[in-house]
C-alpha cells in the first residue's frame, strides 16, 4: 500500500526534505504517482513503540470482530466445570456402586452437588456462599456417614471426599468471602 509522502513523514518523524533524501539514496522505494511522492507502507523502518501501537490496533480490530460475531465463537462454563462439581460426581458414583442408592452418603453427596449447582447460578455473592456453605456440610456429612458405615473400603470411599471435593468447595467459599463487600 502506498502513503503520500506527508504520511511517510509523519511515521517516520522525519521532514519532507528528509524523506526525499532517503528514496534518492535507494534506503526508501519510492516513487511519482501523478506528479505526487509516494513511498510503500510495507518499506517504512519503524520502531518498537509504532511496532506496538500497529499490533495494539490489530488486537483491537480482532477482538471487535470477536464480539461482534457473538457468543457462537466463545467459551460459556457451567457448573460441570467446576472442580469441586467434577469431583463430587466422581465420589457420588463410587458410592452409588459400592454402597447403592438408598445409602445416606450417597444422598449427602446428591445434596452438595445440588447445592453446589445452585450456588454457582446464584447472582449475589451472599446466596453463593451461602449455597457453597450447605454444599460443604453436606459432604462433609457424607463423609461422616461413610466413615461410619461397616463397609470394607470406607476409608477408602471416604479419601476423595475430604482430599478433592471438600478443599474444592472451600476454595469457593472463600473467593465468595473475598468479595464480599
Known amino acids: 500500500m502506498d502513503v503520500t509522502l506527508q504520511d511517510a513523514c509523519r511515521l517516520l518523524g522525519k521532514t519532507p526534505r528528509q524523506v526525499r533524501y532517503l528514496v534518492r539514496k535507494g534506503e526508501l522505494q519510492g516513487k511519482k504517482v501523478a506528479g505526487r511522492w509516494v513511498v510503500d507502507a510495507a518499506d517504512l523502518p519503524i520502531s518498537e513503540g509504532q511496532r506496538a501501537a500497529r499490533a495494539a490496533k490489530e488486537q483491537q480490530l480482532r477482538d471487535t470482530v470477536e464480539h461482534a460475531l457473538g457468543p457462537a465463537h466463545t467459551r460459556r ?21 459400592a454402597l447403592g442408592a438408598a445409602h445416606p452418603a450417597s444422598d449427602a453427596v446428591s445434596a452438595a452437588l445440588v447445592a453446589l449447582s445452585q450456588g454457582y447460578h446464584r447472582l449475589h455473592d451472599r446466596d453463593k456462599l451461602e449455597a457453597y456453605r450447605l454444599a460443604r456440610e453436606e459432604a462433609a456429612r ?3 456417614l461413610v466413615l461410619l458405615s461397616a463397609h470394607a473400603e470406607a476409608e477408602a470411599l471416604a479419601a476423595p471426599i475430604e482430599r ?15 468479595r464480599k463487600p
Open 142 to 144: 457424607a463423609a461422616a
Open 164 to 178: 478433592e471435593v471438600l478443599p474444592a468447595i472451600l476454595g469457593l467459599v472463600r473467593r465468595c468471602e473475598r
Open 77 to 97: 462454563y457451567g457448573v460441570a466445570d467446576l472442580t469441586a462439581f467434577t469431583a463430587g460426581v466422581r465420589v457420588y458414583r463410587a458410592l452409588l456402586a
